[in-house]
């Protein structure tokens, strides 16, 4: 059984048809992309498995029941929690209360605490400045919080929104590497990236999006080489 | 020369007491303004007349007016409860399904809901001012604590003074050293993130209206003792007047609130005092009008997102 499945998911964002029908599974352990140019809904996808946005037809399915009608921390306590575009840290929150933001829905202090040490391990530079505010770091360094609190809430699937947005080449690389890390450690992940190649590169299977349909979906590597696919998001 | 100089200065003196006073009960109602518009960017224009029911609920069970009479503390306490809860149903019945509407929509809603409480308390109590009997306030209240000379401080000033410092230490302390204090600051910042980080936030959002409204409900009570009189409309004035504090602050700052309300006080009861009594209200206002020419968002305020 697949850990999620989307069934032919549709999303209306007022007049406009954001997501015709997404078909879409992830299966526990995997590293799954789904890239695609701007504005093809691979947000809203991600939005509306966190159920900040309802669909109004088709289903989400983790572990075999559906998460329609579920309250979004509803969708974290089950295990699914998402590193948003943008960072979206808390700026005026500490780096440490950003963190501990993650852990909202835990209760157990002591797994938190040791929680919050094994992210100070990942992310050293979090450590170091644990009592300033969030929105002092670099845009890299806000990437790393956000992963950082996200793995807070102790997630079995991680939905990951272009986490290279922005970032200098080298902070892309170091981003990708931690996210390799992150699955190594068990974390199922769902990447949603524009970097089409290092995505691929890193991914077992890919989707490709466009104007709110699933186009094309395979084996990461068969994508790499998909002539389609090299032409449109891999510019050669 | 001599009588001169301290007979100005025990006026000063006792102005500066009477400022304070003031000063710490508007800053009790403009933390309630500062809270909710800090979680959900409303202006709730009804938030005065949760302290004038405060005043009305105990002055109720004090006198046994639905029936029961309690003790004075014990109708105090379940009069601030009651405007607690008073407070999360407002917010559940009339914001709670605007949430996503254009802000103007809610705006208007709590204008309209300013104006229903005013007028269901005008049903239930009348348009007559009410006062405490003092048989049944405690006795000392309006016995001097402190005497210099001239100046007399209450029992009472020192209570409302002290009341005010206690509550707002502990809101500090809620919203700097809890979770739902976190929570509600996450919000305050990135309401989505916060909710996709798990927080409910309809129900941080009940928490806070229910802090605010408290508050709101413990500074009527005061202010019913203070100048012993209860009236549909007296949250309308201070309700105002809270508001203006807030903005003068740094609406969505806390400290901006207690500040702001300090100020407004003492303007009011010096302006009062050394200009005008007719015209302390009015110079009030000039104050707020002042900073707010001078720094746009108030002392405390961030940069506010324009978004209508």
């Known amino acids: 059984m697949p850990l999620l499945k989307l069934k032919d998911v549709h999303y209306y964002y007022g007049n406009i048809h954001a997501l015709k029908g997404v078909d879409l599974e992830i299966y526990a352990g995997e590293i799954r992309t789904l890239i695609g140019a701007n504005g093809a809904g691979k947000s809203t996808t991600l939005m509306a498995i966190s159920a900040i946005f309802k669909p109004q037809r088709g289903d989400i399915l983790y572990h075999g029941t559906s998460l329609l009608g579920r309250a979004p921390d509803a969708i974290v306590k089950a295990g699914l929690c998402q590193v948003p575009e943008g960072r979206r840290i808390f700026p005026g929150l500490t780096i440490q209360e950003n963190l501990e933001m993650g852990a909202y829905c835990r209760r157990v202090k002591a797994a938190i605490a040791a929680d919050l040490e094994m992210v100070y391990d990942l992310f050293p530079v979090l450590g170091e400045r644990r009592r300033q505010a969030g929105g002092t770091l670099s845009g890299g360094e806000q990437q790393m919080l956000a992963i950082g609190r996200a793995l807070m809430s102790q997630p079995q699937l991680l939905l990951l929104d272009e986490p290279s947005l922005g970032l200098a080449p080298l902070m892309v690389e170091k981003i990708f590497s931690i996210i390799e890390r992150i699955a190594g450690e068990g974390i199922t992940i769902l990447l949603v990236e524009q970097n089409a190649h290092a995505a691929l590169t890193l991914a077992d299977y890919g989707y490709v999006m466009e104007t709110g349909k699933i186009i094309l979906e395979a084996p990461a590597n068969e994508l790499l080489s998909d002539e389609r696919v090299k032409e449109a998001y891999l510019g050669e | ?308």
């Open chain 2, 1 to 308: 020369m001599l009588t001169a100089i301290l007979e100005h200065s025990s006026l000063f003196l006792q102005q500066l007491v009477n400022g304070i006073t003031l000063g710490s009960i508007y800053a009790l109602i403009a933390v309630g303004y500062t809270m909710v518009y800090g979680v959900i960017q409303l202006i709730n224009f009804a938030h005065g007349e949760i302290y004038m029911l405060g005043a009305f609920i105990s002055f109720s069970l004090l006198t046994g007016l639905f029936g029961v009479g309690l003790p004075f503390w014990l109708a105090v306490l379940v009069a601030v409860l009651v405007c607690a809860l008073a407070g999360v149903l407002l917010d559940i019945v009339a914001y709670r399904p605007l949430r996503r509407a254009p802000r103007l929509a809610a705006l208007i809603t709590a204008i309209g809901m300013s104006i229903f409480l005013q007028n269901l308390a005008l049903l239930i109590w009348g348009a007559q001012i009410k006062s405490f009997p003092r048989n049944l306030i405690p006795a000392f209240f309006n016995e001097p604590a402190l005497q210099f000379g001239d100046v007399v401080v209450s029992w009472l000033q020192v209570i409302i003074l002290l009341t005010a410092i206690f509550l707002m230490l502990a809101l500090q302390l809620i919203v700097h050293y809890t979770r739902l204090g976190r929570a509600m600051r996450a919000i305050a910042q990135d309401k989505t993130a916060a909710s996709l980080m798990g927080v409910n936030v309809d129900r941080v959002v009940s928490y806070t209206f229910a802090l605010g409204s408290g508050l709101g409900g413990v500074a009527g009570i005061l202010v019913a003792l203070y100048y012993n009189a209860v009236y549909p409309t007296m949250g309308y004035f201070a309700g105002i007047k809270a508001f203006a504090a807030a903005v003068l602050g740094g609406i969505g700052s806390i400290p901006g609130a207690i500040l702001g309300g300090g100020i407004l006080g003492l303007a009011e009861v010096f302006g009062g005092g050394y200009i005008s009594s007719s015209y302390s209200d009015g110079i009030a206002y000039a104050v707020m009008i002042l900073v707010i020419l001078v720094k746009p968002n108030g002392l405390f305020g961030r940069q506010l997102r324009d978004k209508a």
